[in-house]
């Protein structure tokens, strides 16, 4: 049975919580909120222990109705949670992160026990408008005037805010066509529909019914690179695609079947899984292209050896491979002869 956790900290709100949050939109399993009491913290505040009791006393009672349990546990937080990993006590933990810094360090050592075993985690950064790190000079450096700083606070804060209208965009003849793809357009004719992938969830939680009312069923090709990639590939078993071109995509990112850690906080957000791992089909014609760190080799790895998919590499190469051969002229000569 799947145990999802929330880490509680002194965040008692009931709404507007991103880990409380999560853990409600959990689907299946147990749920439980777990607080861990530091003595030292408390030591001589007897009026903060006060509000402290009061606080979680009310916090436990909202949660009866929805079946959440609240226990509290005295301890090191490292120590505990490290136990309750060794004894699958937790499969998914959910926390918002701390402001303080001493917290955060103990937040560090808690992702590399979780990342070692292989459990789902997420942080999330609810606390301040902006992360303390983030708001810096163009040169990294803090900044001493507050007009400038509160400048900069507001800006980000914006930009991370920004709603996208769409999810999905499109461009045909009639429309203007964005440089990068223009000379691919020009030359094979292609209606190009882009669908961008606000979820971040490798097709498990996206409506695949809006792609295929929006695509013609002549001729049809994907191409996508990293999560894209992975998209690409699994619509094609579920859609008649000729052939498939994948920039370094995952074989997986779930944490059951992958040992790379590098989108475990993107694999916590996803309730289902309908697409655990690559699947490909026979009928259509695939062209793999990765890296050659170890990452992208790890992936490649797993990729099953058929006639119809081929795998290359680039040399001197990370995640970015798209990019690297657009640099070296070669990704436009590269899309057209495969898909030629």
Not at 3 to 27: C, G, H, M, Q, Y
Not at 145 to 162: C, L, M, R, S
Not at 231 to 242: H, P, Q, V
């Amino acid at each position: 049975m799947l145990n999802s956790v929330v880490w509680l900290k002194d965040d008692f709100r009931t709404i507007n919580n991103p880990a409380i949050s999560s853990l409600i939109d959990e689907k299946r399993g147990t749920k439980k909120i777990i607080y861990i009491y530091d003595k030292i913290k408390y030591h001589k505040q007897e009026a903060q222990r006060w509000w402290l009791a009061k606080s979680l006393e009310v916090f436990q009672e909202k949660f009866k109705e929805l079946n959440i349990t609240l226990d509290i546990i005295s301890g090191n937080a490292e120590k505990i949670i490290k136990n309750l990993v060794i004894n699958k006590k937790i499969d998914k933990i959910y926390w918002n992160k701390s402001c303080h810094l001493d917290e955060n360090r103990t937040e560090l050592s808690v992702k590399k026990i979780l990342e070692e075993n292989n459990i789902i985690f997420r942080e999330f950064s609810s606390n301040l408008l902006n992360p303390v790190e983030r708001v810096k000079k163009d040169d990294g450096t803090p900044f001493k005037v507050f007009t400038h700083y509160w400048k900069k606070a507001e800006k980000i804060y914006q930009e991370k805010n920004q709603k996208i209208d769409e999810r999905i965009s499109s461009y045909s003849k009639k429309k203007k066509i964005k440089k990068d793809i223009e000379d691919i357009y020009l030359r094979k004719k292609y209606n190009m529909y882009f669908s961008r992938y606000t979820t971040r969830s490798w097709f498990n939680n996206d409506d695949i019914n809006l792609i295929k009312k929006n695509i013609t069923k002549k001729n049809c090709y994907a191409i996508g690179h990293s999560m894209g990639a992975f998209n690409a590939i699994i619509f094609s078993t579920l859609y008649k695609i000729r052939k498939v071109i994948a920039f370094s995509p995952q074989f997986s990112i779930h944490p059951h079947i992958t040992k790379d850690t590098t989108f475990r906080n993107h694999a916590a957000r996803i309730i289902e899984w309908r697409y655990p791992k690559l699947k490909f089909n026979k009928n259509t014609n695939y062209l793999l292209i990765f890296g050659d760190d170890v990452k992208e080799k790890y992936h490649a790895s797993l990729i099953p050896k058929r006639k119809n998919i081929k795998v290359i590499f680039i040399k001197n190469c990370d995640h970015n491979t798209a990019k690297k051969l657009k640099i070296q002229n070669k990704l436009y000569k590269l899309i057209n002869n495969f898909f030629k």
